[in-house]
């Protein structure tokens, strides 16, 4: 079909409007959710000066980092977005946390640490909100967000919002046999008759926590680093007034293969 000449410029306009209407709208969904003021109360003691990432987690970086991935926070319903956002944080702040067990203190903690504390597989130790380790982590994060971070793996610690992007990244992508975060939280996930007999079913925040260590944390009863991350994440819902959904620890899970 040749489209008429004098439609082609209003097209053209109608589209990139549509395009960036689209981008604003991603935006708007995380920001609406997570304003300055909810990002600082989650992460109360961020900028603490007992805490060696003090003043590298800028709520700019995050926000500019979720602008390259619309669909994070931006699933679903209002609950569902919610949800999702808790999570990232309760699994992200517990990566990161500086905080002391038991203290009344101790979920106001995370987002302390940019930098592994006992450094495994260097130079591709844990890094930035997710902790991203080991070399194929960088390499696939790398080539997804169009930098060298197997030449430079230190951007992840030096630049705060690669250091988001690499957790957004991970979060979203699914990695076989495991599925993405984002898609168990948001509903987007159909475990399988393998899941199920593993217990990976329903789908919550406990499959999350086995994708991200499930070899070393699930299976095997309650311990308190599965503690720490629900902790967590009951304090960010409770913050954003959001249900925790079911399944939400990993302790009778078996790791995915």
Known sequence: MKMARSSFPAVVCALLLAAL??????????????????????????????????GFY?????IAAARAFPSFGNTGDLATRKRELAAFFGQTSH???????????????????????????????????IQLTH???????????????????????TDPV???KTAIWFWMTAQAPKPSSHAVITG?????????????????YGVITNIINGGVECGMG?????????GFYKRYCDMLRVGYGSNIDCYRQRKFG
Not at 22 to 50: C, E, H, P, W, Y
Not at 188 to 204: E, F, Q
Request: charged fraction near 20%; hydrophobic fraction near 35%.
């Open 188 to 204: 987007r996930w159909t475990p399988t008759a393998a899941d199920r007999a593993a217990g990976r079913s329903p789908a919550g």
């Open 21 to 54: 209407a689209g981008g604003a709208a991603a935006q708007q969904g995380v920001g609406s959710i997570i304003t300055r003021s909810v990002f600082d109360n989650m992460l109360k003691q961020r900028n603490n000066a007992a805490c060696p990432a003090k």
């Open 58 to 62: 800028t709520y700019e970086a995050f």
């Open 95 to 129: 990566e990161t946390t500086g905080g002391t067990r038991g203290a009344a203190d101790q979920f106001q903690w995370g987002y302390c640490f940019k930098e592994e504390q006992s450094k495994t597989d260097p130079p591709f130790y844990g890094r930035g909100p």
């Open 222 to 230: 309650p311990n308190d680093s599965g503690a720490s991350r629900i």
């Open 162 to 164: 690669v250091a988001f």
């Open 135 to 157: 070399r194929y982590n960088y390499e696939a994060a790398g080539k997804a967000l169009g930098k060298n971070l197997v030449g430079n793996p230190n951007l992840v610690s």
